[in-house]
Nanobody
Framework: QVQLQESGGGSVQPGGSLRLACTTS????????VSWYRQASGKEREWVAT????GLIDYTDSVKGRFTISKSGAIYLQMNDLKPEDTAVYYC??????????WGQGTQVTVSS
């Protein structure tokens, strides 16, 4: 079975940086699309970024210029210039639209002074 695990979350001050990683016990990243989502307490889940199997990348407007998604075995989300509104649980998702998807358990990111 496929299992995804996020790591790298923590607590930082505004303007700080974190690098999240998503790893898998399987071997699905090479041929799958992968996305990062986040969910703040009491809020709906929000899409953050995607890197597709063919290398296309997109971000939600609020993180453009600050976050970078990449693939190097694991899937990474480099987060720079963090803001309090970035506080959320971050999840990775490997997926093929209309066919299947796998979610990680999430990692907490807290941005506060």
């Amino acid at each position: 079975q496929v299992q995804l695990q996020e790591s790298g979350g923590g607590s930082v001050q505004p303007g700080g940086s974190l690098r999240l990683a998503c790893t898998t016990s399987g071997s699905i990243f090479d041929a799958s699309d992968v996305s990062w989502y986040r969910q703040a307490s009491g809020k709906e889940r929000e899409w953050v970024a995607t890197i597709t199997a063919i290398g296309l990348i997109d971000y939600t407007d609020s993180v453009k210029g600050r976050f970078t998604i990449s693939k190097s075995g694991a899937i990474y989300l480099q987060m720079n210039d963090l803001k309090p509104e970035d506080t959320a649980v971050y999840y990775c998702k490997a997926w093929k639209l209309g066919h299947w998807s796998y979610w990680g358990q999430g990692t907490q990111v807290t941005v506060s002074s």
